[in-house]
Structure formats: structure tokens, C-alpha cells
């Protein structure tokens, strides 16, 4: 483990919680069900494994962000992968759970107050990342409600955020995008996510 991870009682939490959010999770397809074996093996290096100093890969999260009226995605436009993409990113030693780090960088990223998280991922995916020189992002992929008459606001990560109908996304676009659509208009389908009274 490198000295430079401080193992705080938070990661032990994070790292507990993502562990426990995996086992007990349904995945969504063939390829997020090899992800999530692929990342349970991987939790097994302990809370290490939810920090970007983990080479052998970490673990991340990510958020496909609907409208009030589920008709469009928002998506932004990655400051240094000039791709559009979902939102998300890091665990930090101060997220305590997945879907609290999924929704923090979710209102960081977009600027939108009021956003609402299903807790239940709806895909998994593992990709190359150059962190450490070259590393893996097991990204756990959740979907967010936005609030009627949200605006979103550009961090300083992206070039750009825009709604689009799921029928029209733009390009370029990371794959792993497209993955998200499906599953996550279907949560919405089911009514797990609606807008506060």
C-alpha cells in the first residue's frame, strides 16, 4: 500500500459501503456484471483501492443527469478529453458512500442545486485512465433527476455542459456514454426517481 494513502475512518467507510453496494447489486448487462467481478476482486486490496494512487486502478463515480420531464441528458464536454461525457469523477477522502460521491461531483460539475440520486448503480465500467502513468477507473454509473427549470452552470473541468434527447446525442462522445442511456431512462420509467412535490 503506498505511504501516501492516509487510510482514514472515511475511506473505511467508502470502501465498505462501495463493497457492500456491489455484492448486493443486480447488473444491468453481461459486460457491468464481468465489471462488477472485476471490481469486487479489485475492492479486495482494501480502502487503497478507492484512492487514484492505486495503480492496479480505483474506484470512480458517475452520473447520467435527466430533466424533470425525462426527455433530455445533461452531459458535458471534458476540458481535457474534448469528448462529451457523463458526469463524475474521483472518490475523495471525504465521500463516505459511492452515491454521495456520485452526487457531490454531480452538483459540482453541473452547478445544479436540488439534484436527486437513485442509489442503485445503473451500469459499471472499467476503462484505461493515464492516472499514476496508467491506471483503470472502475466507474460505478448511478442517474440523477434534476429539479424543474434547473441551470446548469460550467465548472472548471469541462468546456461546455448541454441537454440533449437521448435519440441525439452529440459527438464526439466517449463510448461508454451510450451504455448509460438505456438503463437509466428505465429507472426512470419504473418511477424509482421523480421530481419533489
Known sequence: MPDTVPI??????????ATAVLTGWTPTSPAAAAARERTLALLAAGPVAMTREH????????????DADGDRLLLCLHGKFKQWVQLGGHCELTDRSLVGAALREATEESGIAGLRIDPVPIDLDIHPVPCQGGSFHH????VVLAPAGAV?????????????????LPTPRLGGV????????????????????
Open 55 to 66: 495503480r492496479p486502478g480505483h474506484l470512480t463515480a458517475s452520473v447520467l443527469i435527466v
Open 178 to 197: 451510450d451504455q448509460l442511456v438505456a438503463p437509466g431512462l428505465a429507472t426512470l420509467r419504473r418511477g424509482l426517481l421523480r421530481p419533489a412535490p
Open 8 to 17: 482514514t475512518e472515511t475511506l473505511v467507510d467508502l470502501h465498505a459501503d
Open 152 to 168: 446548469e452552470r460550467v465548472s472548471a473541468e469541462s468546456d461546455a455542459l448541454g441537454w440533449f434527447p437521448a435519440d441525439g
Open 139 to 142: 466507474d460505478v454509473r448511478f
